[in-house]
């Protein structure tokens, strides 16, 4: 369940009529989403219900299996793995809005196998590879149609992008660029767009790739040998890296498709920053090296109307973390991790631990207001949301409270919407919240 925290203005009925109508600058409230017992946990994808699903420590810590959060920040669901031992390794990579999770688990051949989790944590699906399962493979994306798509090693034990079937046989490599063969695919829209990238067979550079079956379109760069595609949405935008000019540094890049005219995002000052997702409003996420630390510890980065910001600057005080930054393990990237929501799924350390968090947006447009003896409570809404109003009689032990009579209201369309509480003004001092369920 994630939560709207609202501003929370006072009312002193009977007294001074206090009111409150602001727009808000861009802040986050920050979930720990917890773990299976272990020290750590991490997070790679996320949907537009608000799941989120990564990888966890077990409570000996001694294997990380993936995991289902419950958003709660406890009884996380250990998805299992492939074969049954406790100590094999798993991850859960993305999910889709139906909730169908996909990633990859040790088998018992001791190879690393693209995986369907059913979210029983047993009876998992082995998606095979190019080689009649004898060798190894790896889900990265599943769309809302139930394609998935990843990587997978052919006979020669070369990576290549690949289409899983669901069946564990009978995969699809989806062919290279320039020649090559090697590559990986990285994410799938709702029109089965597929990107990721390609190693060029005739300089045996990685460039952006958007797959297309024979025709593949090797997507380019900012000037440098290299680049990947990590996201798509739905309008087909397709964002990730590029080294620049000298090959030195890489910046965030928004392809134009067309193998030429990239966008340059920039970075947050640091030498090296990555596009890792884009949601169906544009909205940017990723990794970069801030200008203040040296290079040493990527900052998650929102880019949007033009402008690259550090989250760790837009959380709200107070929440005990610190380095938020999107999982960023090699080449194992996160998923989709924000959705239509502009909610991001994310890592952060608390008390010298890593923990998946999960941040919210705080609503940008609050209003409170009195009308006659009733408190109106004004927000934006999203279309088919449901929120619940809220009351405490104090903010140092808060005990938040649904409001009595005011029943959870589900949005029809998005824009603003408001809450009334008959007589509010009566019943002395309150706190008020609005919670999305």
């Not at 419950?70 to 299992?80: A, V």
């Not at 995969?171 to 320039?178: D, E, Q, T, Y």
């Not at 209201?409 to 002395?428: I, Y």
Request: hydrophobic content about 35%; proline content about 2%.
């Amino acid at each position: 369940m994630a939560m709207y925290d609202f501003n929370r203005p006072v009312f002193c009925a009977l007294m001074v009529f206090c009111a409150i109508s602001f727009t808000r600058a861009e802040s986050y409230y920050v979930k720990d989403l917890g773990t299976l017992g272990g020290n750590s946990s991490q997070a790679y994808g996320l949907n537009n219900a608000g799941q989120v699903v990564g990888f966890s420590f077990t409570s000996n810590n001694a294997a990380s299996h993936a995991v289902l959060y419950s958003g709660t920040g406890s009884n996380n669901i250990d998805l299992g793995n492939l074969g049954g031992n406790v100590n094999s390794s798993s991850e859960a990579r993305n999910l889709n809005d139906f909730g169908q999770i996909v990633g990859y688990a040790t088998a018992p051949s001791g190879y690393i196998k693209g995986t369907f989790f059913t979210g029983t944590g047993s009876n998992n699906v082995d998606l095979g590879d190019l080689c009649n399962s004898s060798t190894a493979s790896e889900a990265q994306a599943i769309n809302g149609t139930g394609t998935i798509v990843g990587f997978a090693d052919d006979c020669f034990f070369t990576a290549q992008g690949c289409r899983f079937s669901g069946q564990g046989s009978n995969n699809v490599s989806l062919g290279g660029i320039g020649g090559g063969i090697n590559g990986v695919a990285y994410d799938i829209n709702a029109s089965g767009q597929i990107v990721g990238y390609g190693t060029r067979g005739d300089n045996a550079a990685q460039h952006a790739t958007l797959f297309s079956g024979l025709n593949n379109v090797d997507l380019g760069t900012l000037g440098g040998f290299s680049s990947h595609a990590y996201g798509i949405n739905n309008a087909g935008q397709i964002i990730g890296d590029s080294a620049l000019p000298g090959n030195s540094i890489y910046h965030a890049a928004l392809f134009s498709g067309t193998g030429s005219n990239n966008i340059d995002l920039g970075s947050l000052g640091g030498i090296s920053c990555h596009a890792y997702a884009i949601n169906n409003s544009s909205e940017i996420v990723g990794n970069s090296y801030p200008a203040t630390n040296n290079n040493s510890v990527y900052h998650a980065f929102i880019y949007k109307n033009g402008v690259m910001r550090d989250i760790n600057g837009l959380v709200l005080a107070g929440s005990g973390f610190g380095n938020i930054r999107l999982i960023d393990n090699g080449s194992r990237v996160p998923g989709h991790v924000i959705n239509d929501s502009g909610q991001i799924a994310a890592v952060g350390e608390i008390g010298g631990r890593t923990h998946a968090v999960l941040l919210t947006p705080v609503l940008r447009k609050v209003s409170a207001a009195l009308n006659g003896k009733n408190v109106v409570v004004g927000f934006d809404a999203v279309a088919g949301k449901t929120y619940r109003l809220e009351q405490s009689a104090d903010m140092v032990n808060p005990d938040w409270q649904s409001v009595p009579g005011v029943a959870d209201f589900t949005a029809v369309n998005t824009g603003p919407a408001q809450f009334v509480h008959t007589n509010g003004a009566t019943l002395g001092k309150a706190f008020y919240r609005v919670r999305l369920l």
